[in-house]
């Protein structure tokens, strides 16, 4: 996929601010500090496009980027972070629950997954979540530009060991390992949504 434009379009904090066409969306979810951000500008090649911050829990809304004029990326709020209020936790599991299960333009969701860390009850429930909406899943394990090789592959397998993840893909924002990849399985993603609206 050859990225010829990426565009910032909006924040929303609620439904009624989503944007309103049938533009094709693809979901990024994963922890706080998972590294999102750097992924978006990494993917896009446009530097600063997502906001970055050493602070976690920086994306308290719903953003949407228009790619190549012809879909969405969507970045949802991070989760798992402990150093907020537990009411604007709750607000980012209403705002992240909702759009899941009601965006009917959601073509399919990129789950982001730090390889250096484990799986948490927080990402059970994002999984289980996604599952449940029968949504098509792409797994991306980001900063394994700090492993070695031998590292990541055991973390990788840990990883599996705690969800039934199938071919994640394997990321850096420093090294640009994995943009390729991504591409081809987020156009899969839209390629699927877009057969199962024709059927």
Do not use: C
Not at 25 to 32: D, F, H, P, Q
Request: net charge positive; proline share 5%; glycine share 8%.
């Amino acid at each position: 996929m050859k990225i010829l434009s990426a565009e910032f379009i909006k924040s929303a904090p609620k439904k009624e601010h989503w944007p309103g066409d049938r533009v094709p969306e693809i979901a990024l979810v994963g922890r706080s500090n998972v590294g999102k951000s750097s992924l978006i500008n990494t993917f896009v090649n446009r530097r600063g496009l997502a906001k970055t911050s050493s602070q976690p829990g920086k994306t308290q809304m719903i953003n949407f980027y228009t790619i190549n004029g012809e879909f969405r990326l969507v970045d949802l709020p991070g989760f798992g972070y402990a150093k907020v209020p537990l009411s604007m936790k709750k607000s980012w599991k209403r705002m992240m629950e909702e759009y899941l299960s009601e965006r009917e333009s959601l073509s399919g969701v990129i789950l982001i997954l730090d390889a250096r860390r484990d799986v948490g009850d927080a990402e059970q429930m994002l999984f289980e979540w996604i599952e449940e909406f029968g949504l098509p899943v792409v797994t991306v394990f980001t900063k394994t530009d700090k492993l070695s090789k031998n590292q990541l592959a055991s973390r990788i397998a840990r990883l599996k060991r705690a969800l039934p993840l199938k071919d994640p893909v394997i990321f850096s924002a420093v090294t640009g390992e994995g943009k390729i990849a991504l591409g081809k399985r987020i156009h899969k993603l839209l390629a699927g949504a877009s057969e199962e609206a024709g059927a």
